[in-house]
């Protein structure tokens, strides 16, 4: 069983930044495309950010471009979403995912695996 483990999630200042992480288990990390997507309350679960398997390619929504990047260290096994400029619409659970496939994706059906979510609360 591939498990994604998340931290980072917490309270912070309008402008501010936060870093999340998610760590994933297994020997063939480096096989497969990861993704951020985050989720409201009574909302859709929202695409935010996704990276190749091999980190090459990574794609954002409009809503986070330029204000967020995504990243991935293959000999560690993780993934991580550094946000910076933080808006109080981002305030959301976020949600590390892991692809089926190598290439970067945008849409949840793509997911196989699903981190346990962890909050990011923007105050204004």
């Known amino acids: 069983q591939v498990q994604l483990v998340e931290s980072g999630g917490g309270l912070v200042q309008a402008g501010g930044s936060l870093r999340l992480a998610c760590a994933v288990s297994?020997?063939?990390?480096?096989?497969?495309?990861m993704a951020w997507f985050r989720q409201a309350p009574g909302k859709e679960r929202d695409f935010v950010a996704a990276?190749?398997?091999?980190?090459?390619?990574?794609t954002y929504a409009d809503s986070v471009k330029g204000r967020f990047t995504i990243s991935r260290d293959n000999a560690k096994n993780t993934v991580s979403l550094q946000m910076n400029s933080l808006k109080p619409e981002d305030t959301d659970v976020y949600y590390c995912?892991?692809?089926?496939?190598?290439?970067?994706?945008?849409?949840?059906?793509?997911?196989?695996?699903w981190g346990q979510g962890t909050q990011v609360t923007v105050s204004s």
């Open positions: 990276i190749s398997a091999s980190g090459a390619t990574t």
């Open positions: 995912a892991r692809a089926r496939r190598a290439t970067v994706f945008t849409t949840t059906d793509a997911v196989n695996y």
């Open positions: 297994g020997r063939t990390f480096s096989n497969y495309a």
